[in-house]
């Protein structure tokens, strides 16, 4: 290689910053053993071997004191961006090449090396995905990649990486949006968020139910309008200029006539703010514009909307919104709802006119998903090609039985009851068509617990995997913004609103078929020298 | 503007990446707020006019069954870069100019984006800061940033995305580190990690004392080797092409003989794993090399580690390291630890022995900071240029009296105590010495508590903030990441292990001095009408 006798530290010294950010965003995104393994694999002449790996997650989002019942796959489209863009160069090659083990050796063989420039890539990769936007669930396949061991050995880490943090966003962002009553809510969140990854998030926050960000350069990238209000700051720059909330306040309102949304506790909420706040509003009425709103930062929110509802519609202003913020998330925002839905009626307000006005910045509770910040989801080995047209299923006979993964190659399918509501997943085997017969057995994943479904209570079946990368690129047609957020919708609609409470929600069904649910005890009892069989 | 007519989405479509990319990473990484603010400030002719803002968190990470008592400064390096290399180009000035307000008029005027032009970039900020690494405190400033009000105002976003969330990791890592009594950490958490902020939280993970990284980019960019072990796929694989894990095991060591770590619990432990594993070491021992460890990942790991390591021992195997990971933080890593010193001597194994060959692989619960997945630092607007030579200061008078910032232009020093601990961080007005005399009168941030400290009682008084940016570019030295370490391990080793305590820490000393308290009294009693003196 041309680079050979360069160290990565001087490949990579603070004068060439350009490689270092190539290197953060590319390939080597990954974990060192999946590369060790890699090389293991092109050594005994199985790096070219196809199998399959499923991505799936094993338990909803636990808040502790709320659950998740449902997910929303997010991060897809990014993923397969990124897969699409990415190979091992120069770089990558230069810095592996540069890796010693303790005695000084290379670690990595050139002939390795040499293989990654030829097949370094993702383009003998198919996958296919539950499309990003739409409801998903614990233990059934949310993406399956098919290709060379080698190549599907490495994308597990930025796989994971760039599926796991958006769907758990994604979630949080749904549950927070159900909360609100849909009622408009704004993703606030990137100065508490990870780093770079507060884009993912807001995106993920976006494709779950948010309607804005207040994040620009997210905004400008999706190509939507950013929100926001004003700072404490700017009050106090006028404060300390000895110019004061209110002149703060109008030439604010003088500058975004309308569209300002006053900030209006810096000083005092019912003594200061929101008075100064409807003096402003009065002239901006008397020119003819209609005032933005008012946002709560602090203090008991449910009560000071009440009374900022009060004051506002005293002096007219029945329709400007009332903005509040400050660690809020589903449950802060359920409760502030009830607190005014049991408030407003004893100070004379409706309480669903007082609802509709709310708008809601929710900022670092959603985007570190606070009460479960990670998102379980794995991604595992369930076939290998047997060279005779079939693939042999693997499997992982772990410690704990709820970690035994579904083998093999497989369908997923979403079965709607008579209400047309989504009843079940149910996983089946790739070669047999499950719903054939006028019973439907179905098996849990781990336990053995099994109930029947007769053919007419279905009114319909889905088929959710649909093929999102073949030959190098997505062929997922590239779904914007506005299409996966109408995916969501629909199949919010379409649960069971047990199965979407913000506590202690019901059990949505994952099912095994008969069939594969046999396979999956027999690979157990080959691999232990047990038996099993369907009880 | 040359690319007046372009709309952001097509400026920002799908086919141009780069432009996308550039914008992700530039200076409208901020929130729509600050821009606004910033054209206010430019419209009311004080976008100019000098301030100062600090950055500070109001208290440590609570983990709830489990409490941080101080924190790791991480993050400073790369955020100083950043602001080194952005500013406002052409990408960025058209996104502006393509926002548009409900009634379809350009938000930002030309005037104000011409002025984005000219000075839109940090080179008239100039920034003090504790040093990254360092140990550091709850109300304390972190950093001070001093410069133009518009300018200032727009870093707020980007330095809190930047500092936030590699403290809190950082934090987190050393107290993993301290968990694992000093033995080797390596950070595994990428895949759970938030999407490319994995790398700020890998990078701020071994800032805080984790020894590797499993991350191979970040790894290269940082010029150190990455680590890892092998996954359950490949035992897997070697099982579905009828090979099974002895020989899975075989191949892996024949290709890594000095380094390698063999995961034993894809089957079962102690009936298949540790016995597999001992018989290719005996091999490797054989051929003169020196095995490298054994991973456990499921199970309980304190019982498994002792009955591996009677394994290994009775197979003459001392030496080989007993790697533990699976949802691991400080308090598994303490009471693992603390489980396996009651065990160990019942199973006749020397129990220091045995604690100093295990090595931790943390990832999920490290990178998410699990527990509490958020530090709360903000960055509040302290005082303003009074265009007469003096700052004046400005204060934020909130309902809650624990969130009202220290005012004004300030020094921090830390007092060391008599043994040379460190027992106090004071906050002091700019032009005072505090301790010029031989009673120092010590103040509690928030509420009306005071004590009194000796000079006598001082062994050493350092101050913390150090010039970090000025003139446009980082002038802290560029300190690499050993450096960092180095700072962190010296500061642990000056600091009272009560304040290091995992569980309920002693509550470390930040206090005003007098002088500061009354300035903060008189700020709040001239913004409410109230008065307030020193009690």
């Known amino acids: 290689m041309s680079s050979g006798g360069r160290s990565a530290a001087s490949l990579l010294s603070g004068s060439n910053e350009a490689v270092r950010g190539e290197l953060l965003d590319g390939i080597l995104q990954t974990d060192q053993y999946q590369l060790t393994m890699a090389q293991l694999y092109w050594k005994e002449g199985l790096a070219e071997r196809h199998v399959q790996f499923d991505f799936f997650f094993r338990s909803y989002p636990d808040y502790g004191t709320h659950q998740a019942g449902y997910c929303i796959a997010a991060g897809l489209g990014p993923l397969l961006e990124w897969m699409g863009d990415t190979r091992f160069g120069r770089p990558e090659l230069a810095a592996l090449a540069e890796q010693r083990t303790a005695d000084g050796k290379r670690r990595f063989d050139q002939g390795f090396l040499s293989w990654l420039e030829e097949h370094g890539d993702f ?97 400008a990238s999706l190509g939507i309008e950013p929100k926001g209000t004003h700072a404490h700051s700017m009050v106090q720059a006028f404060m300390a200029l000895d110019l004061g909330e209110l002149e703060a306040f ?120 606070h009460g479960d910040p990670s998102l379980g989801g794995v991604y595992k080995l ?48 790739a070669d047999e068509d499950p719903f054939e017969g006028d019973l439907l057995e179905l098996h849990h994943p781990h336990r053995e617990v099994h109930r029947s479904m007769r053919r007419s209570e279905i009114s319909r079946v889905e088929a959710l995997l649909e093929s999102v990368f073949e030959d190098g690129r997505r062929v997922d047609g590239s779904p914007d913004l506005g299409t996966i957020r109408e995916r969501r919708a629909l199949d919010l609609e379409q649960l069971d609103t047990g199965v979407r409470r913000l506590v202690n929600p019901h059990i949505y069904h994952v099912s095994l078929t008969s069939k594969m649910k046999q396979l999956q005890l027999d690979l157990v009892a080959e691999a232990t020298g047990a038996s099993g069989s369907i009880s």
């Open 123 to 219: 383009s003998a990769i198919d996958m296919l995905a539950v499309p990003e936007g739409r409801v998903v669930h614990a233990n059934a396949p949310i993406a399956t990649v098919r290709g060379p061991l080698a190549m599907a050995q490495i994308l597990e880490t930025p796989l994971l990486n760039r599926l796991n943090y958006p769907t758990l966003i994604a979630t949080k962002a749904s549950r927070v949006k159900e909360a609100a009553r849909g009622g408009p809510v704004m993703e606030f969140g990137m100065r508490r968020g990870p780093e770079s990854g507060a884009h993912a998030g807001g995106r993920a926050a976006l494709v779950g139910g948010c309607d804005f960000t207040s994040n620009v350069a997210l905004s």
């Open 250 to 369: 109008r030439r604010y309102v003088d500058l975004y006539p309308d569209e300002a949304i006053l900030l209006v506790d810096t000083i005092d909420v019912l003594e200061s703010g929101i008075p100064n706040a409807i003096e402003v509003f009065k002239g901006l009425r008397a020119q003819g514009h209609k005032p933005g709103g008012i946002r709560l930062d602090s203090g008991d929110l449910a009560y000071l909307s009440v009374q900022a509802a009060r004051m506002l519609n005293d002096a007219g202003f029945e329709d400007v919104s009332i903005v509040i913020s400050s660690d809020l998330d589903e449950l802060a925002i359920w409760s502030i709802l009830s607190q005014i839905d049991e408030e407003a009626p004893r100070y004379g307000l409706d309480r669903d006119s007082l609802v509709r006005r709310m708008m809601f910045g929710v900022g670092t509770r959603l985007i570190t998903s």
């Open 382 to 429: 369930v076939a290998i090609d047997d060279l005779a047209g079939s693939w042999e299923p693997a499997i992982k006979v772990s410690e704990d039985l709820e970690k035994i993964p579904i083998p093999g190659e497989k369908q997923l399918f979403r079965v709607y009851d008579e209400r047309g509501l989504a009843s079940a997943d149910v996983v089946a085997l």
